[in-house]
């Protein structure tokens, strides 16, 4: 076993981190929640695959309640929080997305020609 400090994991934090999460708190706000640094967070994920998958689970049920919140009508600048903290927590799904206007130049219309040549078979 290599010396340095033991570590703090607990498995008993595969069903806080879900928990907590599950209220809608950042995987960040556990780790202060617990009082360790994001950093000894990201090592328990590398290490401990129970610890990782429930990570994953905390921030699929993140994103539900920050989804519900939504849904349930919450009006005003909360409702803006909600829709910034899902493009982060799930930004696969909450992304903006980005439309490209193409156009030619000083911004006119795009110039194109086509040329089709004809071809007689055999000759």
Excluded at 117 to 122: C, H, L, R, S
Aim: proline share 6%.
């Amino acid at each position: 076993m290599p010396a340095g400090r033991p570590t703090t994991y607990d498995p008993r934090y595969c069903e806080e981190v879900v928990d907590f999460m599950s209220q809608g708190f950042s995987l960040t706000a556990f780790a202060g929640h617990i009082r360790c640094a994001r950093s000894t967070i990201n090592e328990w994920m590398a290490v401990h695959e129970e610890f990782s998958e429930a990570v994953k689970i905390g921030q699929a049920t993140r994103t539900a309640k920050l989804e519900k919140t939504l849904i349930d009508g919450e009006t005003g600048p909360k409702v803006t929080a909600h829709i910034f903290a899902l493009k982060n927590a799930a930004p696969e799904e909450w992304k903006d997305k980005v439309q490209q206007e193409l156009t030619g130049d000083g911004g006119g219309p795009i110039n194109h020609s086509l040329q089709v040549t004809f071809v007689k078979p055999g000759g």
